[in-house]
């Protein structure tokens, strides 16, 4: 089939087939950036966010609980205690905010 095809037939041919696995390859690879740009617009806007807040509400139960340990030593001056209370309060306070801040979030129920 290609004998009696001219060199000049079969290197036209061959750039041509070359430049249209190239455009196959690029039109596939254009598809799959967008939509790696999307999931990862939702892993910024979403997904990081709301692990951040989540790590906040875990560290200030661990304070709670830590002041509250300090509050049942029955040995504990009355300025610790003032503190420890001071503590649990702060520690409510900010997961109550870092829960407000989670609840915005437009989280997947799934998940």
């Given at each position: 089939?290609?004998?009696?095809?001219?060199?000049?037939?079969?290197?036209?041919?061959?750039?041509?087939?070359?430049?249209?696995?190239?455009?196959?390859?690029?039109?596939?690879?254009?598809?799959?950036?967008?939509?790696?740009?999307?999931?990862?617009?939702g892993?910024?806007?979403?997904?990081?966010?709301?692990?951040?807040e989540?790590?906040?509400?875990?560290?200030?139960?661990?304070?709670?609980?830590?002041?509250?340990?300090?509050?049942?030593?029955s040995?504990?001056?009355?300025?610790?205690?003032?503190?420890?209370?001071?503590?649990?309060?702060?520690a409510?306070?900010?997961?109550?905010?870092?829960?407000?801040?989670?609840?915005?979030?437009?989280?997947?129920?799934?998940?």
């Open positions: 089939m290609l004998k009696n095809q001219s060199l000049r037939v079969k290197l036209l041919g061959g750039f041509l087939l070359t430049a249209a696995i190239t455009l196959v390859v690029g039109g596939l690879s254009y598809v799959q950036l967008t939509s790696l740009a999307k999931t990862s617009a892993i910024t806007d979403v997904d990081l966010p709301a692990v951040s989540s790590l906040t509400v875990k560290a200030d139960f661990a304070l709670i609980g830590q002041a509250l340990r300090t509050l049942m030593s040995g504990v001056p009355k300025e610790a205690r003032e503190r420890q209370y001071k503590n649990i309060a702060d409510r306070e900010e997961y109550t905010n870092a829960l407000e801040v989670y609840a915005k979030l437009a989280t997947d129920a799934k998940a």
